[in-house]
Each structure stands twice: as structure tokens, then as C-alpha cells.
């Protein structure tokens, strides 16, 4: 069976068709600029050898629709396709940011759950825009083809209510559904999945923390294979610092910007969502010059790496008070899977609560589940790659094949 996975956001398209039979990848690439003077497309065919071709393609005034149908000819077309027909895709599967309260399964897209994605607009205004208009072209270039919507939001539907409600008045919940609700469900479903495979040992016995460090950055508890808690919050602002998000602050921040320094809420959004984490800190949000500008003694850069792994072990902490009992620790996304420097920092000092990383296992940097902990602690520490289009196709397979 051959899944096509869609990722759109408001200028782009990323996309993975998959072969379930093996897991494999068939094709891959992104749609990138769309909307702007020219849209580009990087299209990826993976041979069976896993030889990779691939090829680039521009274009004045993309637009969402035109970005599809350019990918579902490179799909189709003679020299780089990896398919005959659109029709040989068995079904689409999307990635949907916000589900809201109302989807805690995937599901079989039709009229009805296009308009509740759109009722959960106001909750993920950049997001579920886009990720509607990726289900309205994909329905019109692949007509008859099943759509299926994974929600990022869904594997966290599971969270208590004492975890899920803010101390606001009630009837801001009631009426308007302000609620914690958490992102980055799909990986950190899939990872908690690889940690049970890892360690052999069902995921409904497991107690993880699973740490998703990317640009975005989520820390879940997970009890017996179940979301019960996470950092993000009714938006994925809260918690974590980020590449340029600030995670948690304290509330009373926007009312001075405005008060005092007669700040719009436009230009205290863009501080809080753009210009703050270890962008603010220091001036640059990708990890890798972080941890360049700290290796050259940048005071800045090294007190963003401080604050953004003291903020971890917050969490660290706060979970395994949550949890009682931690079987494993989980790091994942690029910069959990890579920054053997931060994974470090995060643990250090951990050792009462059976926490430690062992410095050898640690610096390994196969592409694969490993335990990075010492033989002679009680908590298994993991670095587990994410992927979340995989996670997305399994999904999309199991909800058309219900
Ligand atoms: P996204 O959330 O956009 O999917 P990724 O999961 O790819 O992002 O993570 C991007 C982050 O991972 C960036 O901060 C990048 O610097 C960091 N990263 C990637 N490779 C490394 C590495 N080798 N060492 C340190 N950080 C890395």
C-alpha cells in the first residue's frame, strides 16, 4: 500500500510517499517560497538501493494547488516517477495541527471534519489555514483518493483535567475552550513506541519522559503508554525554550510591554513567538551556532544553552513528580538526537532521581535507538530519531484499512 504524506504550512509543502509493505520511502521534497514572486520544488526519488536522485524545479506565482499538482506529476511522470498513476496512492494523510477537544483519533477527512477543523481555527491561527488548504488541493489533484487528518494535538488527549485546565475562570473553558492541549503528539507517540520496542517491554507497562528538542520543543510524561502530561500549552508557546519561542514567562510580561512600553499586541506576539528563546538570548536560534559561539567563550550564547537546559531539568523533575516512577528518559528531534553537549547538560546532576549520561554513550552518534545512560542507574536514558511522517503513514494506513 503506497502513502503520500502532506505537511503544508502557509508557504509550503512538505511531502514523503511511502511503501508500507517494508516502511520504505519512495519519494520525498518540498515546496518552498509558494505564494511569494517564485516558488521552487525539490523532488527526492529513493531507488531500492537507496540511490537518490533529485531534482529542482521553479516557478513564478505558485500557489498551494500548483506546488500539488507539480508534485503529483514529478509522482507520475516518466523519467522521475516513482508511480504510474495518482490512483496507485491508497490514501492521503495529513498533518493537522490542532485538533482541539474534538479529535483524539485520526479519521477519514469529509465535509463534517473539514468544518471542525476550521471551528479550531482561532486556536492555531498560522497553522490550521494552511493545513486546510493542503486538504482542499489534495482532494482536487487526487481525486478518489482517501484523505485521512493526524492531528499533532490527539496522542495528548489523554491528559487528566487537573493537567489539562488553567487556574482561569472556569467560563473561559467552558465557553471558549482555553485549555492546555499540547503539539508534537505524533512524535512523541512514535518515540515512546521505538523506547518499548528498545527496551522490550510492552508501552501500556512503560513511565517515559519523551523530550522532542527541534525549533519547537515539547516535554511529555507519558504513564503506561498514555500522554498525561505536556509542556505546550493552549498554543505551542508554553514551556520549553525554543529556536525563537520563549516558553514559559510570566503572564503578567504582556501587560507591562503594554503598559509601559506601549507595545501592540502584534509587537508583544512577535517577541514572545519570533524574537525570544536562544534567538533573544543570544542572537541565534539554530542549536549548532549556539553551541559554535559557546565553544569560542560568547557569554550569551553560553548562558542561553544554561537557560535552555536549566528549563529541561525543571521539567525533568517536575514529570518524574508527576509520574512516580521513570523507566525511561527519551530525547528526540534535532537537537536531542544530535547535541550530545545539551543531552548533558540537561541530565547533569540528575543522579538522585537515578538520571545520569554516560560520556562515552553519549557522544555515539549512530542514526539509531540507543541508551546513552551508565550501566548503574535505575532510569534508561534514550536517544530515539523521530519521524513523523512515518508516524502519520502508519496512522493514515490503520484509519483507511478500519
Ligand atoms: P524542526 O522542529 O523544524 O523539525 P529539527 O528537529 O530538524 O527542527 O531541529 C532543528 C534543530 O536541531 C536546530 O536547532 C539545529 O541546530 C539542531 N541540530 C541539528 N543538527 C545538530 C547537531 N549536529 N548538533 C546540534 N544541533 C543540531
Not at 512516580?324 to 540528575?350: H, K, M, Q
Amino acid at each position: 500500500m503506497k502513502i503520500l504524506v502532506i505537511n503544508t504550512g502557509s508557504s509550503s509543502i512538505k511531502y514523503q510517499l511511502f511503501d508500507m509493505a517494508e516502511e520504505t520511502v519512495l519519494a520525498t521534497g518540498m515546496a518552498e517560497r509558494i505564494g511569494s514572486d517564485t516558488g521552487t520544488l525539490s523532488h527526492t526519488t529513493v531507488a531500492e538501493d537507496g540511490t537518490r536522485n533529485t531534482t529542482e524545479i521553479s516557478e513564478k506565482q505558485m500557489d498551494h494547488a500548483r506546488g500539488l499538482a507539480c508534485i503529483a506529476a514529478l509522482l507520475t511522470d516518466e523519467t522521475h516517477g516513482v508511480i504510474k498513476d495518482a490512483l496507485d496512492i491508497a490514501a492521503v494523510g495529513h498533518r493537522v495541527v490542532h485538533g482541539g477537544e474534538t479529535f483524539k483519533d485520526p479519521l477519514i477527512i469529509d465535509q463534517s471534519v473539514t468544518d471542525e477543523i476550521e471551528k479550531n481555527t482561532p486556536l492555531a491561527p498560522l497553522h490550521n489555514p494552511a493545513n486546510l488548504t493542503g486538504i482542499r488541493v489534495a482532494g482536487s489533484v487526487f481525486l478518489n483518493v482517501p484523505q485521512v487528518a493526524v492531528f499533532d494535538t490527539a496522542f495528548h488527549q489523554t491528559l487528566p483535567k487537573q493537567a489539562y485546565m488553567y487556574a482561569l475562570p472556569h467560563d473561559l473553558y467552558d465557553t471558549h475552550r482555553i485549555r492546555r492541549y499540547g503539539f508534537h503528539g505524533t512524535s512523541h507517540a512514535y518515540v515512546a513506541g521505538k523506547a518499548a520496542d528498545f527496551l522490550n517491554i510492552p508501552l501500556e507497562q512503560l513511565n517515559l519522559i519523551t523530550l522532542h528538542l527541534g525549533n519547537g520543543a515539547s516535554a511529555t510524561a507519558i504513564q503506561n503508554g498514555k500522554s498525561v502530561d505536556t509542556s505546550m500549552g493552549l498554543t505551542p508557546l508554553e514551556g520549553l525554550v525554543m529556536g525563537t519561542r520563549s516558553g514559559d514567562v510570566d503572564p503578567a510580561i504582556p501587560f507591562f510591554l503594554s503598559r509601559h512600553l506601549d507595545m501592540s499586541l502584534d509587537e508583544i506576539d512577535a517577541i514572545f513567538n519570533r524574537q525570544s528563546g536562544l534567538k533573544g538570548l543570544c542572537g541565534e536560534n539554530d542549536m549548532r551556532s549556539v553551541l559554535e559561539k559557546a565553544a569560542t567563550g560568547d557569554d550569551h550564547a553560553r548562558l542561553a544553552l544554561d537557560v535552555y537546559t536549566y528549563r529541561i531539568k525543571k521539567y525533568i523533575g517536575a514529570y518524574t513528580a508527576v509520574l512516580g516512577r521513570v523507566d525511561a528518559l527519551v530525547f528526540t528531534g534535532g537537537i536531542g538526537e544530535n547535541a550530545s553537549d545539551v543531552r548533558e547538560y540537561c541530565c547533569r546532576g540528575l543522579s538522585g532521581l537515578g538520571i545520569a549520561v554516560d560520556p562515552v554513550r553519549n557522544k555515539d552518534t549512530a542514526a539509531l535507538p540507543r541508551r546513552i545512560n551508565p550501566g548503574n542507574t535505575s532510569v534508561a536514558v534514550l536517544v530515539v530519531p523521530t519521524d513523523e511522517e512515518l508516524e502519520i503513514a502508519r496512522q493514515t494506513q490503520k484509519t483507511v484499512l478500519k
